[in-house]
């Protein structure tokens, strides 16, 4: 069975396309079928993935406005090992575009059904903010995954991003979840980090994953590479890391 896992957060800088990109990686490494859709208009995911955003056929904007059916913009990314729906600037048109359509919070999901059972796992990078792009990818999923930074501002965004998805869950997908949060640019060696870590444990209890991503400077050079981190530096604390967290979300998912 598909799972479709949405990572977002509405507040940017937490490695939310980062963690997408190295979770894809780390997945199909495990001998899972990943497809990746990057429905962020800054497209890092599909540079990240080693495809220029620049030069793209198609892209996930066509699929979404139903000009092009998405086995046909798929692509096929063999350095990462997973397939990618790939996403750049044109994206910012979506917003106009999908606002005078009916039923347009399910534009990705009706556009992906027929590809979706190919994979085991389908990953959405999802904007970071609130938009129509958030709701499609929040529509079309199974459950969030929430990259977070342990900071302050961090919890209030959080606060934020859960309201936004009970009220996803109150409208147009009810069976959304959240399927966990996720601890990145993790140092332990940071009193505030420990301190918003304790929280989110006191608070969140198993939602909260037990696999921390660490401040990693190698994480951090890969995509301007193209490459995941496990592909860059397989060896480094940061991919690592990342091969945790897949296989801490195939035993809670059943992946």
Avoid: W
Wanted: glycine share 8%.
């Amino acid at each position: 069975m598909t799972k479709i896992i949405a990572l977002t957060n509405q507040k940017g800088g937490v490695g939310k396309t980062t963690t997408t990109v190295n979770l894809a990686a780390c997945l199909a490494a495990l001998d899972r079928r990943v497809l990746l859709i990057d429905l962020d208009p800054q497209g890092h995911a599909t540079m990240g993935s080693g495809i220029d955003k620049h030069e793209l056929d198609g892209s996930v904007l066509e699929v979404l406005l139903g000009e092009k059916p998405a086995a046909e913009v798929i692509l096929d990314c063999p350095d990462a090992g997973y397939a990618l729906l790939p996403g750049n600037a044109d994206l910012t048109a979506a917003e106009v575009d999908l606002l005078d359509r009916d039923g347009r919070e399910r534009c990705l999901h009706e556009s992906i059904k027929d590809v979706a059972s190919e994979y085991d796992v389908v990953l959405i990078d999802c904007p970071p903010s609130l938009n129509m792009l958030t709701v499609n990818g929040l529509t079309a999923a199974d459950g969030v995954l929430i990259p977070l930074q342990c900071e302050f501002y961090a919890l209030e965004g959080l606060s934020a991003l859960l309201d936004t998805v009970e009220q996803i869950q109150a409208s147009v997908n009810p069976a959304l979840q959240v399927f966990g949060i996720v601890r990145t640019m993790f140092d332990n060696r940071n009193s505030l980090t420990r301190d918003v870590s304790k929280q989110l444990r006191d608070y969140f209890g198993e939602t909260l994953l037990k696999t921390t991503i660490p401040r990693n400077v190698r994480v951090a050079e890969a995509p301007s590479h193209g490459l995941p981190v496990t592909k860059y530096a397989r060896f480094s604390r940061g991919s690592q890391a990342h091969r945790v967290l897949a296989k801490e979300l195939i035993r809670r998912l059943s992946l």
